[in-house]
Every structure is written in C-alpha cells, then in structure tokens.
C-alpha cells in the first residue's frame, strides 16, 4: 500500500516551526511548489497557527492569507491541496479556490454549520482529535485510556459527519499527535495506531518536528532540528497502517518511505 505525503505550507507569522517563513503569497506559493518538485502528494495550506498557546485570528484575514495562496497553486498544478482551517467560511472560500480537501483540527465542531458546509462542500475531510483549544491544550491533559478515549471520539465524529450528509470515503481521521498529549500519550497513540486504522477510514498521522521529539531527545530543542525524530515517526505511522503523513520534510520522508517500502517488498 502506497503511504502519500502531505506537505505543510504555513501562511502564517506564528507557526511553531516555519511561521513567518511563507507569509508572503508568492513565498508560500514558492514553497508550495518546491514540495510539489520533492514529491507531496497533498499541499496542506493553512492560515491560522495551531500551535500550543497560538492565538486566533479573524476569518477574513484567514482568507485573505490562504485563497490567494490556493488560486495561484491550483493555477499551476492539478494535484489534491487541502485547506487547514477549523472555520467553514474559510473551508467555502478555500474550496471555492480550488482546495480538495478540508482539514479540520476540531474534527468539524468548532462551529454550528461546519457539518452541514462539509456535506455541502463535497471535498474530502480529515478529522483531528484535540482536547481542549490550542491555547490551553498542554495544560495538563489527562486521559483514562488515551487510545480507546481518541477512537471513540473519532468514530463519533465520523458518524456525525455521515449522519450531515458527507460521504463515508471523504473522511480521513488524524489522532492528533500533540494537541491536548503528553509525551506518554502521543507514543501510546503511534503505538495503538491500528485501533484508529481498523474502524474503517483511511489515517492521517502528523508528528512532523513537533515537541515530543524534543521530549525524547532534549538536544533537539528547534524545530529544525527534529529531521531524525519526524522521519522515524513517519516511518513508524506507515508501518502501523496510516495511509498519509503530513511533513515539513517532504523530500527526505518521500525517500524513506521508498526505502521502508523497498524492504517490505522485499520480506
């Protein structure tokens, strides 16, 4: 099974391991393309950092930062891009631009239409386990049972998304490596990948550069410097049955996986 690569691109000032970087639309659309050329399979553009303690920022510079991003993109490469966002007027005016997909990090809950503009929309979907808000999300979160609390929850937002009227192959879920997870949780979750894989949509698993690589080794203390850690949880992802991975690195991981798939082959 061929494992696609999701590539991040961050128009955003605050983003926790590129913001600022591609805040400009032709230096998104610059990076953008850049990943296409290593080999993403999937563009994630995204307006709004989500990052522990980010900020919120209005819907209308959302847009402003994203749709002009996905016009030009879309203009030049027929590819799926996804919009990252967790707000349905920017979900409409991102497909409207020709995103494919809707990536949502509250699942398709943070407002009351979300449901219904998802079915409306027709676009893939991706739904994120997060506890809490992105502003305090790291406070101290605690779960009973990390694993069988994230399948749950997940297997009940993608009834409710069906129950909306958003077509069974449109969902893809996402654990939620970091959002509301301390270290023991986002291993537990890697390693229970498969209770995830088996309720029957395909797995979306995003660890790239995050902190619980730094909480493992504590040399790695920016973002950058998370290259080993992000390749080994890709790999591992993989291995456990997600059928995407969304990476800063997507040169690097594209090899890896035609390495690990290489072996497999091979077994």
């Known amino acids: 099974m061929t494992v696609q690569v999701m ?18 639309t032709q230096g998104a659309v610059d990076q953008a393309m850049r990943l296409v050329a290593d080999g993403a399979d999937v563009l994630d553009i995204g307006g709004e950092s989500t990052r522990p303690g980010a900020e919120p920022v209005s819907e209308a510079e959302e847009i402003d930062r994203v749709a002009p991003v996905i016009a030009a ?37 943070q407002a009351a ?17 997060m506890k809490g808000e992105p502003r305090t999300m790291q406070a101290d979160p605690r779960y009973d049972d990390v694993v069988a609390e994230v399948r749950d929850y997940l297997r009940g937002r993608a009834e409710a998304a069906m129950a909306a009227g958003v077509a069974r192959e449109r969902i893809w879920l996402d654990p939620g490596i970091g959002f509301g997870k301390t270290l023991a949780h986002n291993l537990a979750l890697t390693a229970g990948l498969g209770a995830l894989v088996d309720l029957g949509f395909p797995v979306l698993y995003a660890a790239s550069r995050k902190r619980t690589i730094q909480a493992i080794d504590p040399t790695a203390i920016e973002a950058t410097d998370r290259l080993g850690g992000s390749l080994a949880l890709a790999l591992e992802g993989a291995r456990r049955g997600a059928r995407m991975v969304r990476v800063h690195d997507v040169r690097e991981t594209v090899q890896a996986l035609k390495v690990q798939a290489a072996v497999m082959a091979a077994d």
């Open 7 to 24: 590539g991040i691109v961050n128009v955003t000032p605050d983003s926790f391991s590129d913001g600022g970087r591609w805040a400009s």
């Open 73 to 109: 993109v879309r203009a030049r490469w027929d590819g799926a891009i996804s919009i990252d966002t967790m707000k349905p007027g920017v979900a409409r005016a991102a497909v409207a631009a020709g995103a494919t997909m809707w990536n949502d990090v509250t699942a398709l809950s």
């Open 113 to 129: 239409d979300s449901l219904a503009v998802a079915a409306e929309l027709g676009c893939d979907v991706v739904l994120m386990h």
